[in-house]
């Protein structure tokens, strides 16, 4: 299916739990209500026509201009085929959930695809979105008592981390080089 | 969440009075496998809740090898990044530089003349079998052969000596780079990659003699950590391990990129996708085949090489470099995501421009950090000894889970 | 930056033991003497030293023999008379011709003591110990290179890197004796030793020849079985007193692989036994004097089958690959020995390889003809030549047969451990209880039936004789071709002939 036919067929079914279709650019995608989303994710997953059941990333982004956070889901449906041919990619696409600054939460995906476990995970340790219903929602790559959330733009690194310096020797605030 | 139970819980605790009752239950012991352990490739650090020798459960913790890629990627130009992606998967960094060079150009429309598109090929095919060769020596390694270890770094050897050629360096090459590749091939590199190949493909069946077809290493690998298809892409597989599972999806056939549809190759999958020659004892999905998919596509890559040196001769020496990727800028508002195939599954880049020569976000999906994370899932109710054996033909590098 | 405490620079220097000092103070003294000499001779001090050693260990012979035939009382010495009298010297003198024994009797008076003589003989053991463990690492080490198409040691000592064991011997010396915090400290320093010594005694029932033994034991076979287990409990201890997960682990891996490979071990060891029927060592060894085909390991299938059960069997009690369980660095980091570092670690290895150099000398005297050559000795007796004596193993040659004998067998066990991996602990006990045990049982058992109905002489006996026989002689063969066609074929595991490197592929070059 084009990208066009997955919007219109999302559109179809959840009406207004879509916000926005974009389709210009490499990289279509529509924007998801983030309350409607798990439902949207097990529509996604499970329909038919659909079965997008490999979950290939999740890229958080802060949209500090907007005030919001949002988180990219790149879905991509393997055929689960078991003849000699090499398979052919059906369909990819992606959705984009957007959710505000100050109180980020987007419910979890964790039980529609098992791999969302760490990616969403990674999200909330380095742009601190608060994945509901997540099973297991600690810091993944930063130490567990670190403050803030890395990849948000407003960041300011520290100055020290347990008498670590965190500041180079000409006392530059962040590694921008 | 193990790290409280870890500290509530004394090692090597005795229950006395259970003792004095004659209660023969046993104490179950947490161990931590990492973050310095020679199985772990690194610095993965697995805490195992052990009773005796078997594993109840083996969590892993990542992060250790965490420097902030990501973060890097939005001060930097992308010309200026693409040693940084030397540094994520450091075993096969052509494949890295190449995964976000490709996203960089698939962002500004940027199109790469012929014969870099071929020069990439072939150095990404190279990296492809150096990388395998460590991952099946290492392999080896891991399950107490050490042997095989330095057989396949003594062909490693001749193909870094071809990247040195080439582009001076030996492990962070920052070769491919948007636009094409850095410098044109070295004198005599199309013979002596040749030189190479043929020296090389007997040899994989010395690898196969050695430890593939090993008595002890079938037993230890075999009907060990079994994944199923469906558990496989559930869990976000990719690469050699999704394949080991029987499917036959690889991302240079599925969606292609850089030119793959012109090659003729297979792609090898675990059983019934069948060579002849299987041991018994092997299932679908398990770690011998997780390995042995890996000694399948050497042989492929080997093909692809070939096919990519027939073609160099068709092109012109010195178009290695697009025009007009100087200063690029990023097209504000436009975003990409991109997988390529890399030795260890799909790399993917997420590049959002603003308008600016500097990307305002840059993801890396790591395929180890995908394919990692199953750990916890496969690792139950097996022996200490499978833990080397299952995350050993899981086969990550830990820069590039931890990025 | 200045104010970040970095641990191991706010440490006071390590404190070497006494011992250590010593040799530090020493080879710093004599580097300059030693450097060029060790530098340009070391070819003809290695071969000086090892024509010195085998001339030095004869010459001790020969005083023994001579102060027994011409200084001791030739009378037998009352009891509990430990000092022997030099009657025979006053004897000499009071007649006025003095013999030339009679004046060599003063200084080699002390020799007739014979707690003087277990000294000597105690530190002949130690030194062979000594010398088999040094030669052992630097060979595995070489055998390891060559399989695996690099050179080994090439340094240390010039000629291949000859001195490479004692080097590193120095080195771990010279290091810090580290003693983990947690660790139960005195266990903890006690352990190694523990199993050190176990391995040392099995050497002083161990014969090398009909009459080199230190202690030639009726129990000779017990004793060193009983020693190499008593050995595990040193490694049981190292694992506990280390307080560490990993060393529990191994230990208890070792405990349970030492406890299953023990039974089929001793079984096995059983057959040839019964077909002499002696625990005697040197009585079975001489037993074998008639030639190849009456080497036990070929007088009956079974016990050709005894002998290759026992053979894996110890390579798991020495935990050898591919039953290197207790150590499995993949695994449990370092097993047992995690914790230890420098002399202690050292002791260790000196153990496991003294240990393997006992267990194959235990098949090669129960097994394989001990000293003897595969000639039979009647024919040397016959013939007065000397050289024929010496080939069969009748004068001194004996030693060098058991030794070069056990040395193949040890060379079977490096090849083993530098070609399999290894193997999980279920497989292992597998393969123990449900496989060998049997296995050596019913041929304990079948062995029993043979040497009580088939008499020397019967046509089965000769039958079987000639089928064991044949299948040694197919397997040594074997051995001996497939050794042979990796030795011819080493060329391969280089890399191609005409390789242009790099560095000539550049640009300019």
Same mark, same amino acid.
């Given at each position: 299916?084009?990208?066009?036919?997955?919007?219109?067929?999302?559109?179809?079914?959840?009406?207004?739990?879509?916000?926005?279709?974009?389709?210009?650019?490499?990289?279509?995608?529509?924007?998801? %209500?983030?309350?409607?989303?798990?439902?949207?994710? %097990?529509?996604?997953?499970?329909?038919?026509?659909?079965?997008?059941?490999?979950?290939?990333?999740?890229?958080?982004?802060?949209?500090?201009?907007?005030?919001?956070?949002?988180?990219?889901?790149?879905?991509?449906?393997?055929?689960?085929?078991?003849?000699?041919?090499?398979?052919?990619?059906?369909?990819?696409?992606?959705?984009?959930?957007?959710?505000?600054?100050?109180?980020?939460?987007?419910?979890?995906?964790?039980?529609?695809?098992?791999?969302?476990?760490?990616?969403?995970?990674?999200?909330?340790?380095?742009?601190?979105?608060?994945?509901?219903?997540?099973?297991?929602?600690?810091?993944?790559?930063?130490?567990?008592?670190?403050?803030?959330?890395?990849?948000?733009?407003?960041?300011?690194?520290?100055?020290?981390?347990?008498?670590?310096?965190?500041?180079?020797?000409?006392?530059?605030?962040?590694?921008?080089? | 969440?193990?790290?409280?139970?870890?500290?509530?819980?004394?090692?090597?605790?005795?229950?006395?009075?259970?003792?004095?009752?004659?209660?023969?239950?046993?104490?179950?012991?947490?161990?931590?496998?990492?973050?310095?352990?020679?199985?772990?490739?690194?610095?993965?650090?697995?805490?195992?809740?052990?009773?005796? $020798?078997?594993?109840? $459960?083996?969590?892993?913790?990542?992060?250790?090898?965490?420097?902030?890629?990501?973060?890097?990627?939005?001060?930097?130009?992308?010309?200026?990044?693409?040693?940084?992606?030397?540094?994520?998967?450091?075993?096969?960094?052509?494949?890295?530089?190449?995964?976000?060079?490709?996203?960089?150009?698939?962002?500004?429309?940027?199109?790469?003349?012929?014969?870099?598109?071929?020069?990439?090929?072939?150095?990404?095919?190279?990296?492809?079998?150096?990388?395998?060769?460590?991952?099946?020596?290492?392999?080896?390694?891991?399950?107490?052969?050490?042997?095989?270890?330095?057989?396949?770094?003594?062909?490693?050897?001749?193909?870094?000596?071809?990247?040195?050629?080439?582009?001076?360096?030996?492990?962070?090459?920052?070769?491919?780079?948007?636009?094409?590749?850095?410098?044109?091939?070295?004198?005599?590199?199309?013979?002596?990659?040749?030189?190479?190949?043929?020296?090389?493909?007997?040899?994989?069946?010395?690898?196969?003699?050695?430890?593939?077809?090993?008595?002890?290493?079938?037993?230890?690998?075999?009907?060990?950590?079994?994944?199923?298809?469906?558990?496989?892409?559930?869990?976000?597989?990719?690469?050699?391990?999704?394949?080991?599972?029987?499917?036959?999806?690889?991302?240079?056939?599925?969606?292609?990129?850089?030119?793959?549809?012109?090659?003729?190759?297979?792609?090898?999958?675990?059983?019934?996708?069948?060579?002849?020659?299987?041991?018994?004892?092997?299932?679908?999905?398990?770690?011998?085949?997780?390995?042995?998919?890996?000694?399948?596509?050497?042989?492929?890559?080997?093909?692809?090489?070939?096919?990519?040196?027939?073609?160099?001769?068709?092109?012109?020496?010195?178009?290695?470099?697009?025009?007009?990727?100087?200063?690029?800028?990023?097209?504000?508002?436009?975003?990409?995501?991109? $997988?390529?195939?890399?030795?260890?599954?799909?790399?993917?880049?997420?590049?959002?421009?603003?308008?600016?020569?500097?990307?305002?976000?840059?993801?890396?999906?790591?395929?180890?950090?995908?394919?990692?994370?199953?750990?916890?899932?496969?690792?139950?109710?097996?022996?200490?000894?499978?833990?080397?054996?299952?995350?050993?033909?899981?086969?990550?590098?830990?820069?590039?889970?931890?990025? | 930056?200045?104010?970040?405490?970095?641990?191991?620079?706010?440490?006071?220097?390590?404190?070497?033991?006494?011992?250590?000092?010593?040799?530090?103070?020493?080879?710093? &003294?004599?580097?300059?003497?030693?450097?060029?000499?060790?530098?340009?001779?070391?070819?003809?001090?290695?071969?000086?030293?090892?024509?010195?050693?085998?001339?030095?260990?004869?010459?001790?012979?020969?005083?023994?023999?001579?102060?027994?035939?011409?200084?001791?009382?030739?009378?037998?010495?009352?009891?509990?008379?430990?000092?022997?009298?030099?009657?025979?010297?006053?004897?000499?003198?009071?007649?006025? /011709?003095?013999?030339?024994?009679?004046?060599?009797?003063?200084?080699?008076?002390?020799?007739?003591?014979?707690?003087?003589?277990?000294? =000597?003989?105690?530190?002949?053991?130690?030194?062979?110990?000594?010398?088999?463990?040094?030669?052992?690492?630097?060979?595995?080490?070489?055998?390891?290179?060559?399989?695996?198409?690099?050179?080994?040691?090439?340094?240390?000592?010039?000629?291949?890197?000859?001195?490479?064991?004692?080097?590193?011997?120095?080195?771990?010396?010279?290091?810090?004796?580290?003693?983990?915090?947690?660790?139960?400290?005195?266990?903890?320093?006690?352990?190694?030793?523990?199993?050190?010594?176990?391995?040392?005694?099995?050497?002083?029932?161990?014969?090398?020849?009909?009459?080199?033994?230190?202690?030639?034991?009726?129990?000779?076979?017990? =004793?060193? &079985?009983?020693?190499?287990?008593?050995?595990?409990?040193?490694?049981?201890?190292?694992?506990?007193?280390?307080?560490?997960?990993?060393?529990?682990?191994?230990?208890?891996?070792?405990?349970?692989?030492?406890?299953?490979?023990?039974?089929?071990?001793?079984?096995?060891?059983?057959?040839?036994?019964?077909?002499?029927?002696?625990?005697?060592?040197?009585?079975?060894?001489?037993?074998?004097?008639?030639?190849?085909?009456?080497?036990?390991?070929?007088?009956?299938?079974?016990?050709?089958?005894?002998?290759?059960?026992?053979?894996?069997?110890?390579?798991?009690?020495?935990?050898?690959?591919?039953?290197?369980?207790?150590?499995? /660095?993949?695994?449990?980091?370092?097993?047992?020995?995690?914790?230890?570092?420098?002399?202690?670690?050292?002791?260790?290895?000196?153990? /496991?390889?003294?240990?393997?150099?006992?267990?194959?000398?235990?098949?090669?005297?129960?097994?394989?003809?001990?000293?003897?050559?595969?000639?039979?000795?009647?024919?040397?007796?016959?013939?007065?030549?000397?050289?024929?004596?010496?080939?069969?193993?009748?004068?001194?040659?004996?030693?060098?047969?058991?030794?070069?004998?056990?040395?193949?067998?040890?060379?079977?066990?490096?090849?083993?451990?530098?070609?399999?991996?290894?193997?999980?602990?279920?497989?292992?006990?597998?393969?123990?209880?449900?496989?060998?045990?049997?296995?050596?049982?019913?041929?304990?058992?079948?062995?029993?039936?043979? /040497?009580?109905?088939?008499?020397?002489?019967?046509?089965?006996?000769?039958?079987?004789?000639?089928?064991?026989?044949?299948?040694?002689?197919?397997?040594?063969?074997?051995?001996?071709?497939?050794?042979?066609?990796?030795?011819?074929?080493?060329?391969?595991?280089?890399?191609?002939?005409?390789?242009?490197?790099?560095?000539?592929?550049?640009?300019?070059?």
């Amino acid at each position: 299916m084009t990208p066009e036919e997955i919007s219109n067929l999302l559109r179809r079914t959840f009406g207004d739990a879509i916000e926005e279709v974009v389709l210009a650019g490499a990289h279509p995608y529509v924007v998801v %209500q983030a309350d409607r989303w798990p439902e949207v994710a %097990q529509f996604l997953r499970r329909d038919r026509r659909l079965k997008f059941n490999l979950l290939r990333c999740i890229s958080s982004l802060d949209l500090l201009p907007d005030d919001k956070l949002a988180a990219v889901y790149d879905l991509c449906a393997v055929p689960e085929a078991t003849d000699d041919k090499p398979l052919v990619c059906p369909h990819e696409f992606a959705v984009r959930v957007v959710t505000n600054r100050g109180n980020p939460h987007i419910p979890s995906v964790a039980d529609v695809w098992e791999t969302a476990n760490w990616h969403e995970r990674e999200a909330y340790d380095l742009m601190g979105i608060v994945f509901d219903n997540h099973p297991d929602l600690r810091r993944i790559l930063c130490p567990d008592d670190w403050q803030g959330h890395p990849l948000r733009k407003d960041y300011v690194f520290p100055k020290e981390y347990h008498g670590i310096p965190g500041t180079t020797e000409h006392e530059l605030p962040s590694p921008r080089h | 969440m193990t790290d409280t139970i870890l500290e509530s819980k004394p090692d090597l605790l005795v229950d006395y009075d259970r003792a004095e009752q004659g209660d023969l239950d046993t104490e179950e012991l947490l161990i931590n496998m990492g973050p310095q352990h020679p199985a772990t490739h690194g610095v993965l650090r697995v805490v195992l809740r052990v009773d005796g $020798e078997m594993v109840l $459960e083996a969590v892993p913790h990542i992060g250790y090898l965490h420097r902030c890629a990501e973060k890097i990627g939005e001060s930097l130009e992308p010309y200026q990044y693409i040693p940084y992606t030397d540094r994520l998967d450091y075993v096969s960094a052509m494949n890295q530089n190449h995964a976000f060079a490709l996203a960089i150009e698939r962002l500004c429309g940027i199109e790469v003349p012929g014969r870099a598109s071929l020069i990439r090929v072939i150095f990404l095919e190279l990296n492809r079998i150096a990388s395998h060769l460590v991952t099946v020596g290492a392999y080896g390694l891991d399950m107490g052969a050490f042997t095989p270890f330095l057989y396949v770094f003594r062909e490693r050897e001749m193909i870094l000596d071809l990247f040195e050629a080439t582009c001076g360096a030996r492990l962070t090459y920052s070769y491919i780079t948007p636009g094409g590749v850095r410098e044109d091939l070295a004198d005599g590199f199309v013979d002596s990659c040749r030189e190479f190949l043929d020296y090389f493909e007997p040899k994989i069946d010395d690898y196969n003699d050695l430890l593939s077809f090993n008595q002890i290493f079938v037993k230890r690998t075999g009907k060990v950590g079994v994944i199923p298809a469906r558990d496989a892409i559930a869990y976000g597989l990719t690469g050699p391990c999704l394949r080991a599972s029987g499917v036959r999806w690889d991302v240079r056939r599925a969606i292609p990129y850089e030119g793959y549809e012109r090659f003729d190759f297979d792609i090898p999958i675990g059983l019934p996708g069948g060579t002849g020659n299987i041991p018994p004892g092997v299932v679908v999905g398990d770690s011998w085949c997780r390995y042995y998919v890996r000694v399948l596509e050497m042989r492929q890559s080997v093909r692809i090489i070939r096919q990519a040196l027939d073609m160099l001769a068709d092109t012109t020496p010195g178009e290695i470099m697009a025009k007009k990727v100087k200063n690029l800028k990023l097209p504000a508002g436009c975003e990409v995501y991109l $997988e390529t195939d890399n030795p260890r599954g799909s790399m993917g880049f997420y590049v959002q421009g603003d308008g600016t020569t500097v990307p305002s976000r840059v993801k890396a999906r790591g395929p180890s950090f995908s394919n990692l994370c199953i750990t916890t899932h496969v690792c139950r109710n097996v022996l200490i000894a499978d833990i080397p054996a299952i995350v050993g033909s899981i086969d990550m590098v830990m820069g590039e889970v931890d990025r | 930056m200045s104010d970040i405490s970095v641990p191991w620079r706010d440490r006071e220097k390590p404190r070497l033991n006494p011992v250590a000092r010593l040799v530090v103070v020493i080879a710093k &003294l004599t580097r300059a003497v030693w450097t060029p000499i060790l530098a340009h001779f070391a070819g003809f001090l290695l071969l000086g030293a090892i024509v010195g050693s085998i001339l030095l260990v004869w010459a001790v012979y020969g005083i023994f023999n001579y102060v027994d035939a011409h200084v001791m009382d030739v009378h037998e010495p009352a009891a509990g008379d430990r000092f022997v009298r030099v009657a025979p010297f006053q004897e000499a003198l009071a007649a006025s /011709e003095v013999p030339l024994g009679a004046v060599l009797a003063y200084p080699l008076w002390v020799l007739q003591c014979p707690f003087i003589r277990d000294v =000597f003989g105690l530190c002949g053991v130690f030194g062979v110990i000594c010398l088999v463990a040094m030669f052992a690492i630097w060979w595995e080490r070489k055998v390891a290179g060559h399989i695996q198409s690099r050179c080994g040691p090439m340094r240390v000592g010039r000629w291949h890197g000859w001195a490479q064991s004692m080097a590193d011997g120095l080195k771990l010396v010279c290091k810090e004796d580290l003693v983990p915090r947690s660790a139960d400290r005195a266990l903890f320093l006690a352990a190694p030793y523990l199993t050190f010594i176990p391995a040392v005694l099995a050497f002083v029932a161990l014969p090398f020849g009909t009459y080199w033994v230190f202690r030639n034991l009726d129990v000779g076979l017990v =004793f060193i &079985l009983a020693m190499l287990g008593v050995e595990v409990v040193g490694v049981i201890i190292a694992g506990w007193a280390s307080n560490s997960k990993w060393t529990v682990l191994g230990a208890m891996r070792e405990a349970c692989q030492m406890v299953s490979y023990e039974i089929p071990m001793g079984m096995a060891l059983l057959v040839p036994i019964m077909c002499v029927g002696s625990l005697n060592l040197v009585t079975v060894g001489d037993s074998q004097s008639g030639g190849w085909h009456t080497w036990l390991a070929f007088r009956s299938p079974f016990t050709l089958c005894a002998c290759l059960t026992y053979f894996i069997a110890a390579l798991a009690s020495c935990k050898r690959a591919p039953f290197d369980l207790p150590e499995g /660095e993949s695994e449990l980091v370092g097993g047992f020995h995690t914790e230890y570092s420098g002399w202690r670690w050292c002791l260790f290895f000196f153990a /496991e390889y003294a240990a393997m150099f006992v267990v194959c000398g235990l098949a090669t005297i129960l097994f394989l003809g001990g000293w003897h050559s595969p000639l039979p000795s009647s024919w040397a007796l016959e013939s007065n030549a000397i050289w024929a004596k010496a080939v069969n193993g009748l004068l001194f040659a004996g030693p060098l047969w058991f030794i070069g004998k056990c040395m193949c067998l040890m060379y079977v066990q490096l090849w083993f451990r530098w070609t399999l991996p290894r193997i999980r602990i279920d497989q292992v006990l597998h393969a123990c209880v449900q496989f060998m045990l049997p296995l050596v049982m019913l041929v304990l058992l079948a062995n029993t039936f043979w /040497e009580l109905y088939v008499v020397p002489g019967d046509v089965l006996f000769i039958v079987g004789n000639v089928a064991a026989s044949i299948v040694g002689l197919v397997l040594t063969l074997g051995f001996v071709v497939i050794a042979g066609y990796g030795w011819w074929n080493r060329r391969r595991l280089v890399q191609p002939q005409g390789w242009t490197y790099a560095v000539d592929l550049l640009k300019g070059s």
